[in-house]
């Protein structure tokens, strides 16, 4: 249903313009070298895809996007982490293997990106389905923890849905080791942030971590934060300049990640 005082075509209208419908042809203008390459993104579930699409043409205009996800998988590992059992569950590590291999096979595409944090855990097994391929793969949260272990000092960690929380610390600890630092971070799940994200209220989500952000920062001596969801994104629509507002940098795995992408994509010969 639509929010009280948006028109049901206005919301179809809206959601065209960031997703248009599936084209053979190539966008016009921007970076040549970018011009023509596609980019599979492996999803958590259907309803993020929107953040891809917006997100990824906002920073890759020239970039065919093809998403791929369901809610099952989001479902599945939620249910899991409910019950205390792996989360994610193998079954997820699988399908995110077979979806990347089917975008591969269907659409020949240059590139991959994972975006769901919670799946973080699937990057080695989709890494592997991908290398007889020859098809680069971007964790979405990899150049995140990247920035945020090279800014040094203290790191928080800023989440809004529980099941993601272990698998984001699990990646920024094999981050600074891979990048041969020590890390010291914090920690916040604002899960009412999601709550008011799932019923439209995107202002209040904004607004939970913004507060939750100006708490840490008053208790703790805080370096940078990181978002640790793709949905929080959305957050630097109501932040563009956070630096100012809460006297650190806010990074989010949407701006970083999309950049990465392109990075690896114009290294791509051809």
């Not at 989709?126 to 007889?132: E, G, K, L, N």
Request: net charge negative; charged share 20%; aromatic share 6%.
């Amino acid at each position: 249903m639509a929010r009280a005082g948006l028109r049901p075509i206005d919301l179809f209208s809206m959601y065209m313009q960031v997703t248009g419908v599936p084209t053979l042809g190539d966008a016009p203008g921007g970076d040549p070298a970018l011009r023509g390459k596609r980019l599979g993104i492996v999803n958590g579930a259907s309803w993020i895809a929107l953040w891809s699409n917006y997100w990824g043409r906002r920073l890759l205009p020239e970039v065919k996007l093809i998403n791929v996800g369901n809610e099952a998988v989001q479902l599945n590992f939620m249910d899991a982490h409910a019950k205390g059992e792996p989360c994610p569950p193998q079954i997820n590590i699988d399908l995110f293997a077979q979806y990347a291999r089917d975008l591969v096979n269907l659409y020949g595409v240059d590139a991959l990106l994972v975006s769901c944090s919670t799946m973080n855990r699937a990057i080695g097994a989709v890494r592997d389905a991908m290398r007889p391929h020859n098809v680069p793969v971007v964790q979405i949260d990899e150049p995140m923890m990247e920035a945020a272990v090279r800014t040094g000092g203290r790191i928080l960690v800023v989440a809004t849905h529980g099941p993601t929380v272990k698998s984001t610390q699990a990646l920024l600890g094999e981050t600074a080791a891979g990048l041969g630092e020590e890390v010291s971070f914090s920690g916040v799940t604002v899960v009412e942030a999601f709550d008011r994200l799932g019923e439209g209220d995107v202002e209040a989500h904004n607004e939970l971590i913004a507060d939750a952000i100006r708490r840490k920062c008053a208790e703790e001596e805080i370096s940078v934060a990181v978002l640790a969801q793709l949905s929080m994104t959305v957050f630097k629509l109501s932040y563009p300049e956070c630096e100012a507002e809460f006297g650190v940098p806010v990074l989010t795995s949407g701006e970083e990640g999309f950049k990465r992408c392109g990075e690896v994509l114009r290294g791509l010969e051809g």
